[in-house]
């Protein structure tokens, strides 16, 4: 019914030439030309905000799910690779540090690390798309990590034969995995953020939701308008549909009001209380497996303090500001977590600097001894596990929020067409009933 | 240290001609002799004939007994510390490799150094293992991070204006490894070819500027040379055929071929500040060429080169 009624107002609202022009011109001369021309304005503005509605609930729907199910687990995802790369590298230096048969525990744990990384690159590369930098460092790594798998094997089997060339191989595969596969991750950790960013404005989709605002204004002051000029040209002070009509536009405004409100400040919660902890704590998470890292390669160099540890300092200095950071932002649960793991990093530092004076006092095997044993390994750990829990709270409440700035928007696209649909029937009966008696 | 004999001259030419297997450029300083680009015949290296590289510093009579070094010197130095420093590599089986059984670093060069600790302390124990990379070896001993520097490293006339070095304890010579399928028999067939040494080494200069122009790659250590040889990224490795054969013994698919292109006496480097130690250190070498050390040393690491050859006579400039 409406869209019939679309097909006859169209020539009202579309800039026509001469002749229609002129028509609606002489239609203002008359009262039921007057009548017609409200209708199909009340049509047309009815019909508008009803798609608009739809559309704005049904973009802000597909950003928060595009951000709740492909951004931001890109960016865990990320993570994951890119900490897990940075593990796997540390591991299969602590190995090598150990001396003799590499420990069966190291060995685990680095296979763990490694199919954690491949893993995540499978399911990270499901939400890329082709092209940009994002789809580029992904198949830089998918190219790399078989190679850096195969360095690892060939160093840990010629270790097995008590060949040194063993020790070459496991440096060339730290250095790809420094100079190339650690890069590239860290490079599509800063994409997945760029995209949740992007992902944060889709989601609140501001431009449709500025123009639905404007429509709903506009139906609703013309409502009135119409409503009164009805009163003063038939002497009846009410038209009951086009009153019913005027709710039925509030009853829209206040319902989108609702769902587009709420979803904004679940979406503000997901940033403030999922999305950016969760970034900060994955750093602090790649900062710590760094520092460990830098620790083992320099003892691995065994050439003194060089590059390796002057970057430990400077990644210790990065991460304790880090940590404060992410404390002094993060709730009750969050701060736990976080003050254990600034605990941990505390107690880890000491040792790394015992582990230091050891070995610039010459003693070399006491030094590996600390660096490798298990108080030590322990102490990381704290961090690492910290830092981790830490990570599952805050992606945990990232979901729940997501989830609930969801809700509701589905209903909004069906919601909202449906009682743009009602308004124009009210109106249109409401002018009919005035213009049957003009005939 | 200038020229003193043709006939010495004659042999130092033939000596430096390929240059040596350490850090070409050892510290910063406007192009030496041994910089130059090369010559558009010849070795690219001009060589150095401005001394005499294998004489050092003449030893006292008398060694001073073990934890009773003479007060003010650097021995009594090195003494009150502890340990002593030595500088060396990590990845030269044979010369000083990284057991991967025992994480331990080892070798001739390593044994040459507890020899040094052996005498200072009476324990061999007694010494700081810290690696360099090939071309930080003499700017190591010269700031004096080390105090001692026994790393494959050859002595000529270039390096001696930086450091001190002590008298010969080895004699290698340069050569090619390839893979046991190749047909290239020395340098002069691997034209076009990509041949691999560490990087800031005269090995590479070595090949650089071959005749026969193959193709030079750089690699941080001679380890990871091998890494690239086995990875199919180099044809070959140019350098002294005593790291060559640490190299061959860890890959049964390659052989050295090629006749000796230079000779490369190796000594140990010392900082000029202290030449009392290096006279110490050559008292200690020169007792253990008499006493049979030496000999021992060679056969514990290198019996696959052959009978122990008698040891480099000590030459002595003053």
């Given at each position: 019914m409406s869209t019939a009624q679309l097909d006859r107002a169209a020539p009202a609202v579309a800039p026509a030439p001469g002749g229609v022009l002129h028509r609606v011109r002489r239609l203002r001369h008359t009262s039921p030309g007057r009548l017609q021309l409200i209708l199909a304005v009340l049509l047309t503005l009815g019909a508008l905000t009803g798609l608009v509605a739809g559309i704005t609930a049904a973009a802000a729907r597909t950003g928060t799910d595009d951000l709740g199910e492909r951004a931001q687990p890109l960016l865990v995802e990320a993570e994951t690779i890119y900490s897990a790369l940075a593990d796997a590298d540390t591991t299969a230096a602590q190995a090598f540090l150990a001396g003799g048969l590499e420990p069966a525990e190291l060995t685990r744990r680095y296979e763990a690390d490694l199919h954690r990384a491949t893993t995540a690159l499978t399911s990270a590369a499901r939400r890329t798309a082709p092209g940009g930098p994002a789809a580029e460092a992904i198949s830089a790594l998918s190219a790399d990590i078989p190679r850096y798998a195969a360095l690892v094997a060939s160093a840990r089997a010629n270790n097995r034969q008590g060949l040194p060339?063993?020790?070459?191989y496991l440096s060339t595969a730290s250095r790809l995995s420094r100079e190339s596969l650690q890069p590239q991750a860290q490079a599509l950790f800063r994409s997945a953020q760029r995209e949740v960013d992007a992902g944060y404005s889709d989601a609140r989709s501001s431009w449709w939701t500025a123009l639905l605002v404007v429509l709903l204004l506009t139906l609703l002051v013309t409502l009135l308008l119409a409503q009164r000029h009805l009163s003063r040209a038939t002497r009846r002070t009410f038209n009951l549909p086009l009153l019913a009509a005027t709710g039925v536009?509030?009853?829209?405004?206040l319902t989108t009001a609702a769902v587009l409100a709420g979803q904004r400040a679940r979406l503000a919660d997901a940033r403030t209380d999922g999305s950016r902890p969760v970034a900060m704590l994955a750093e602090a998470r790649i900062l710590a497996l760094r520092e460990r890292g830098d620790e083992a390669l320099t003892l691995a160099?065994?050439?003194?303090?060089?590059?390796?540890?002057?970057?430990?300092?400077?990644?210790?200095r990065q991460l304790t500001g880090l940590l404060a950071d992410i404390r002094r932002q993060s709730g009750a649960a969050t701060s736990a977590a976080v003050t254990a793991a600034t605990e941990g990093h505390r107690d880890y530092v000491a040792a790394h600097d015992e582990v230091r004076a050891l070995d610039n006092s010459g003693r070399y095997d006491d030094a590996v001894e600390l660096a490798i044993g298990e108080p030590t390994t322990r102490t990381f750990t704290v961090l690492t596990d910290g830092l981790g829990r830490g990570l599952e709270d805050r992606k945990a409440d990232f979901t729940r929020e997501i989830d609930d700035a969801g809700r509701g928007l589905g209903s909004l696209t069906v919601l909202g067409p449906l009682l743009a649909l009602v308004l124009c029937v009210l109106a249109a009966a409401g002018i009919r009933a005035r213009l049957e008696e003009y005939r | 240290m200038r020229i003193r004999a043709a006939a010495v001259a004659a042999v130092l030419t033939v000596l430096a001609a390929a240059g040596c297997s350490g850090d070409s450029t050892p510290l910063a300083r406007p192009a030496g002799p041994s910089a130059e680009a090369p010559a558009p015949a010849g070795p690219a290296t001009a060589p150095d004939t401005s001394c005499r590289p294998r004489a050092s510093l003449r030893p006292p009579a008398t060694l001073p007994e073990p934890g009773k070094m003479p007060a003010g010197s650097y021995m009594r130095t090195i003494q009150d510390r502890g340990r002593l420093v030595l500088g060396t590599g990590q990845d030269l089986l044979l010369f000083s490799s990284r057991n991967p059984f025992t994480g331990r670093i080892e070798g001739f060069d390593v044994d040459m150094g507890r020899q040094i600790a052996d005498a200072i302390f009476g324990d061999p124990d007694k010494i700081q293992i810290k690696v360099i990379p090939y071309d930080k070896r003499i700017s190591s001993a010269h700031d004096g991070s080390v105090d001692l520097v026994?790393?494959?490293?050859?002595?000529?006339?270039?390096?001696?204006?930086?450091?001190?070095?002590?008298t010969i304890y080895y004699d290698a010579a340069k050569r090619v490894l390839v893979s046991s399928t190749s047909k290239a028999r020395g340098m002069g067939d691997?034209?076009?070819r990509k041949v691999c040494a560490a990087r800031g080494s005269t090995s590479y200069d070595g090949i650089v500027s071959a005749a026969s122009k193959p193709v030079p790659v750089a690699r941080d250590t001679f380890g990871d040379c091998l890494v690239a040889f086995q990875q199919n990224e180099v044809d070959a490795i140019s350098t002294d055929d005593a790291i060559l054969a640490g190299l061959a013994a860890q890959d049964p698919f390659v052989e050295v071929v090629g006749e000796p292109l230079s000779q490369e006496p190796y000594a140990m480097a010392v900082s000029k500040e202290h030449p009392e130690f290096?006279?110490?250190v050559n008292a200690v070498l020169a007792r253990n060429r008499a006493n049979g050390t030496w000999k021992r040393t060679y056969e514990r690491w290198l019996p696959d080169l052959g009978a122990a050859p008698k040891p480099p006579a000590a030459e002595y400039r003053d």
């Open positions: 060339v063993g020790a070459s536009t509030l009853l829209l405004a160099a065994r050439a003194g303090e060089g590059a390796q540890e002057k970057d430990f300092d400077e990644t210790s | 026994a790393n494959t490293l050859t002595a000529n006339c270039a390096r001696w204006k930086d450091v001190d070095f002590s691997l034209g076009g290096t006279r110490f």
